[in-house]
């Protein structure tokens, strides 16, 4: 292994590296390959009362900063993040398998920009003045307190900022549990952020599987939950978040559809069709995986998309040419076979791909199905790896009800030339992120996040603010108080 992957300790708690050998070991592999490259420890009760009495003790004197000292450490920690964007995309490919193509451009750059954004913002957050004719009320935004990051495995170090920038921006202390199948990444940023300044207690990382997530909502110092992860876990975290009353954000899952219609630009619809399913070897919760292509164009589609897949370097992650990478574990992939099988054997058509690619490591190819039904397996469940279904339509307002016809509501895409056409479409999408002749932009500046069971709340942009302050209302009287006795 050309690069040291094997952290210091497990956990970053109250400014340093913490170890507890105690704790489950959980291996770490690097899935292009297969091999383990480092090991960590799941976190014992004892490391989470360490992380949760850091993160209470920290988040007062934090809070009682003034937004713009705090802003210009986070502004800080984004300038470190992007001088060290080599040495941290080889680290997010090892943990993730995905191609340093992507993970140099996509991971901690985005993470930067978080950093930088609501570094910027931290001094601009106020209340407001109400006046009520002679007397008045104020709002004070305070932060919520200690807050709860938990990371999916596909964007680990992008998640581990885009909950700690806010988080952190609005007065809070963080304690971040990575996803157990990439634990590396977000102990850089701790490190980052106090090398950037950052009081220690206040970016906390602590490791382990479900549990450990489990036992930090459930304790009564932690006031909000931020979850990236599957459908099924954000019923449970939501419900363990309720029974604190808990603030919570969910980022859940997607089956998001992605609509060509017959005057599409097919070269930019097939481009959208491939980020919008095969970038991070289709691993991204936004992706329109369920293509509705109409009729007319259907074979021309096809044609290009096949001819463009063909194009795509598998290979080495570390390669910079490789632009198509193994999938994060061998579980995942796995998974994604399971679902190319159920698409043969209830009669889709497999058009491209569809095996194991023959090399070590986790591979799989990208893989079309075509003649794909509503009712079929692969067009309503979310697979969370590189398979595309292609599903025919030919008129707008059925495509439309088939296209929300989903228990999820990520994202939604469609490629048009019409104008109106595309933003009526838009409109009655029953998704939280609508693209228009483009898929899977995720900027910093605007909000994300789902509607229906594919979350709570948003990330980013100026709303996330809501979701990580609280607003008190001050009442002001200026003359005497009548009582009615
Ligand atoms: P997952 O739901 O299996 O796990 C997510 C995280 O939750 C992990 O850190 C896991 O350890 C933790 N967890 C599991 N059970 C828990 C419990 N009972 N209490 C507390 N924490 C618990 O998801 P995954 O396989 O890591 O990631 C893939 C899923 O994430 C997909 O469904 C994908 O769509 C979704 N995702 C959503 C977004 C988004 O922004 N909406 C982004 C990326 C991934």
Redesign the pocket.
Known sequence: MPYDTQPPASHFIDGAYVEDTAGTPIDVIYPATGEKIATVHAATPAIVEQAIAAARRAQAAWAAMTGTERGRILRRAADMMRARNHDLSVLETYDTGKPYQETSVADATSGADALEYFGGMAATLTGEHIQLGEDWVYTRREPLGVCVG??????PTQIACWKGAPALACGNSMIF?????TPLSALKVAEILHEAGLPAGLYNVVQG??EV??AL?EDPRVDKVS???????GR??YA?AAAGIKHVTM????KSPLIVFEDADIENAVSGAILGNFYSSGQV?SNGTRVFVHTAIKEKFLNRLATRLANAVIGDPMDPETSFGPMVSERQMNIALDYVAKGKAEGARLVYGGSRVDRDGFYMEPTVFADVTDDMTIARE?I?GPVMAVLDFTDEEDVMTRANDTEFG?AAGVFTRDLTRAHRVAARFEAGTCYINTYNDAPVEAP?G?SKN??VGRENSKAAINHYTQLKSVYVRMGDLEAPF
């Open positions: 938990i990371g999916a495995w596909n964007y549990k990575p996803s157990e199948t599987m479900g997530g489990a909502i979850l990236t992860g599957s459908v099924p876990t449970k975290v363990a980022e859940l899952g997607g919760c979310e969370f990520l994300f789902g594919s979350g």
